[in-house]
C-alpha cells in the first residue's frame, strides 16, 4: 500500500511530524533508568533495504556509528544471499550506537518512523519480502515502553490511512553483513540504485532533519587548540611526531574502532592493527578509502606519503608499503590523533 502523500514527509507536507508532535505532547513521562547516562546506547531498526537505512542514520548528530546487518532470524551468520532467500527469518538491520547525551532515543524513533512506510507488511517500495519487514529490535525495557507507546499514539492519531505494521521486538543477536554493503551508499554514490533511490530520499530527510544533523563543517584551528591537549594540538595541526614506544596506542589491544580525536571520523579498525615493531600504531587498511587523504610528503629531505583525516585534515601520520597482506600497506599513525572506542 502507498501511503498517502498528505502524511508522507518526503512529499513536504509534514502532517505525520505533526503527529509525531501531538504524541510527544501529550506522553507522560517515563521513568528515569538514571541521573548518568552510559556513554553509548545502541539501538537496532529494519526499515527496508539497510543500504538507505544506514545513509540516513550516519548524518545524525550524536550517532557514533552505524553498521548493516542481519537480526531477527534463526540462522547463525547468514550471508546476504540466504537472508535474500527469505528463508533465514532475518531482516537486514542496522545496529546504530548512539551518544544519548546527544541524541535521544526517542529522536531515533522519530527519524524511523518517518523515513520508510511503516503500514506495507514485508514491503518498501520494489523491496519485497519479510527481509525488507518494518521492525524495532528493543534492548532494554526503556526502549520498548517508548517505542510501543509512540507507535499506539501514532496509530490512533490516523497520520496513516493504515495501521502500523511495524513488529516491536527483543534484540537477541545481530550479524554484520558483507564488508562491500557496509557505507554503501558513501562508497558507491553513482550506482543506479543510489542514484534512483538513496539520493532523492536522502535529499528529503536532509531537509525535514536539518537541525539533527551532524556538522561537517570542519574544527577551526582555534577550536582545536580548546579541544586538544598539547601533544594532540602538536601533532594534528602543527603535524608533529610522537614519540615512540611512549604513545598511548602503541602496543594497545582493545577490540574497537579508532577514530580522529580532532573531528571523531571512524579511521581505523581493531581487525586491521598489527605490531610492525616501529613503536607506532600501525594499521595495514582503513575502514573506508574516503575517510583519509594521502599526500606527498617532502619535509626532512625525505619523500613519504603524508596521511591525514579527510574530513578535518588533521595530520595522522604516513602509509608506508612494507605492510603485511593482503594490503601490503603500513598505516603509521601518531596515538595522539587517535580516539578509541570499545566495540560493544
Not at 512529499?11 to 547516562?37: D, I
Not at 519479510?130 to 517508548?146: M, N, P
Not at 578509502?289 to 596521511?307: A, I, L, N, P, W
Not at 579527510?310 to 599513525?333: A, M, N, Q, W
Request: glycine share 8%.
Amino acid at each position: 500500500m502507498k501511503i498517502p502523500e498528505r502524511v508522507a514527509w518526503w512529499a513536504g507536507v509534514g502532517a505525520a511530524a505533526l503527529a509525531f508532535a501531538c504524541a510527544e505532547k501529550k506522553a507522560e513521562p517515563l521513568p528515569m533508568k538514571s541521573t548518568s547516562p552510559a556513554a553509548e546506547e545502541t539501538a537496532t531498526f529494519g526499515a527496508g533495504c539497510f543500504w538507505c537505512v544506514e545513509a540516513v542514520f550516519e548524518e545524525l548528530d550524536g550517532v557514533l556509528s552505524v553498521e548493516s546487518g542481519y537480526a531477527g532470524g534463526e540462522v547463525e551468520n547468514p550471508t546476504y544471499e540466504q537472508v535474500c532467500s527469505g528463508r533465514t527469518g532475518h531482516a537486514e538491520a542496522c545496529r546504530i550506537t548512539f551518544d544519548p547525551a546527544r541524541i535521544g532515543y526517542e529522536k531515533l524513533l522519530e527519524v524511523f518512523w518517518k523515513t520508510h512506510d511503516p503500514t506495507t507488511l514485508n514491503r518498501q517500495g520494489n523491496d519485497i519480502g519479510t527481509q525488507y519487514r518494518s521492525v524495532i529490535f528493543y534492548h532494554d525495557e526503556g526502549q520498548k515502553v517508548l517505542a510501543e507507546k509512540i507507535k499506539k499514539e501514532l496509530d490512533a492519531s490516523g497520520a496513516w490511512d493504515a495501521p502500523i505494521v511495524t513488529e516491536i521486538r527483543p534484540f537477541t543477536r545481530f550479524f554484520k553483513a558483507e564488508e562491500y554493503h557496509q557505507d554503501y551508499f558513501r562508497r558507491n554514490p553513482d550506482k543506479a540504485y543510489c542514484r534512483a533511490i538513496i539520493a532523492p530520499k536522502m535529499e528529503k530527510f536532509r531537509k525535514a532533519f536539518r537541525d539533527a544533523l551532524k556538522d561537517e563543517r570542519p574544527p577551526s584551528k582555534e577550536e582545536l587548540k580548546k579541544k586538544l591537549t598539547a601533544e594532540q594540538y602538536y601533532v594534528c595541526v602543527q603535524r608533529g611526531t610522537e614519540r615512540p614506544f611512549k604513545n598511548k596506542y602503541w602496543d594497545f589491544k582493545g577490540k574497537g574502532t579508532y577514530a580522529c580525536v580532532a573531528c571523531g571520523r571512524e579511521l581505523f579498525g581493531s581487525d586491521t592493527k598489527f605490531d610492525s615493531g616501529t613503536g607506532w600504531p600501525s594499521f595495514y587498511d582503513v575502514l573506508n578509502s574516503d575517510r583519509v587523504t594521502k599526500t606527498t610528503d617532502r619535509s626532512h629531505g625525505r619523500v613519504r606519503t603524508e596521511v591525514s583525516c579527510s574530513k578535518c585534515g588533521s595530520h595522522l601520520g604516513h602509509v608506508f608499503d612494507d605492510g603485511p597482506e593482503p594490503t601490503r600497506l603500513r598505516y603509521c599513525i601518531n596515538s595522539a590523533a587517535l580516539e578509541f572506542r570499545e566495540k560493544k
